[in-house]
């Protein structure tokens, strides 16, 4: 009967000791929250007024990104949790290859803090095609 007890306590804080880590795991942000936070950048925000004017035509993607950087002796150092946020659309609904408004920004999942915005208008013939999947590009 002790033994049981004994079991069915560790088996409970190993429970709790899993659960207790996944929570610090999660990031503080999750993707849609990374995807207004890119959105309402002031750089992110100029490039979108004056390039995407049509919500049809644009297809948004994040992809969580965790990053452990090593140091010249292969040590791992500090990492991040990253989302990569991509804002898509294209500049005209014609059925050839056409240009690409692209918007990438990486956002800390712990802070939110935004560390770079890039933007782009590239040919979809050039940009990874699973992308146009939902604009019938291909």
């Known amino acids: 009967m002790v033994i049981f007890c004994l079991v069915g306590v560790g088996l409970v804080y190993a429970n709790y000791s899993q659960q207790e880590s996944d929570v610090q795991s999660r990031p503080n942000f999750n993707g849609s929250q990374a995807v207004e936070i890119t959105m309402n950048n002031p750089v992110a925000s100029d490039y979108m007024s004056r390039h995407f004017k049509e919500p049809d035509w644009r297809v948004t993607r994040t992809t969580f990104v965790q990053e452990t950087p090593y140091d010249q002796n292969g040590t791992a150092m500090q990492g991040?949790?990253?989302?990569?946020?991509?804002?898509m659309e294209r500049s005209c609904a014609c059925q050839k290859i056409s240009d690409l408004y692209v918007l990438e920004g990486y956002v800390l999942a712990d802070t939110g803090?935004?560390?770079?915005?890039?933007?782009?208008i590239v040919?979809?013939?050039e940009y990874d095609k699973r992308t146009c999947a939902t604009t019938v590009c291909h």
């Open 123 to 125: 040919s979809e013939s």
């Open 113 to 120: 803090d935004v560390l770079e915005i890039s933007k782009q």
């Open 80 to 87: 991040y949790d990253i989302w990569k946020v991509e804002i």
